[in-house]
């Protein structure tokens, strides 16, 4: 009966606050503060999608995501006013709080709207501040592609 309350309880917070998030297995414990979803995991809020093998949602003390953590074969697509953004990473950490998207290990950034393109193996995408970073842990340097104007 507990489960099922557990269940109950996490489904309406998904849906209250519009996402969803759909797996080949769920857990979750009593007092742990986390969600854990793994196999074909594909979480949806809006316009925003990620796809992954093992997703974690962490909750604060009001039962409201406070972070997720997506890894395993990550993709993504996130859309706001300014951007599309399509790409993959091995790990994606995303603050709801902050609008922040820490992506790591061989991502790849793809912005459709404004034609640009970004390699690296750090990303972080601060839609708060618009502001992006990118680092190179390896010895391959961060790569940047722009669209230019040919005369």
Known sequence: MKYLLTILFLSIFIFANNLEISSDNFYY??????????????????????????????LDDNGEAKKYIASGGVSFEIKNPKHYIKGSCYTLIY?????????????????????????GDEII??????????KSHSKKPVKFIFKIKSK
């Open 29 to 58: 414990k009593d007092g742990e503060k986390k969600a854990q979803f793994s196999g074909h995991v594909i979480a949806k809020n809006g316009d925003n999608i990620i796809k992954a093998s093992k997703v974690t949602v962490y």
């Open 125 to 134: 995408v601060d839609n708060k501040k618009g502001e992006s970073y990118a």
């Open 95 to 119: 603050l709801p709080i902050e609008d922040r998207y820490i992506l790591r290990g061989k991502v790849a950034l793809k912005d459709i709207l404004n034609k640009r393109e970004i390699f």
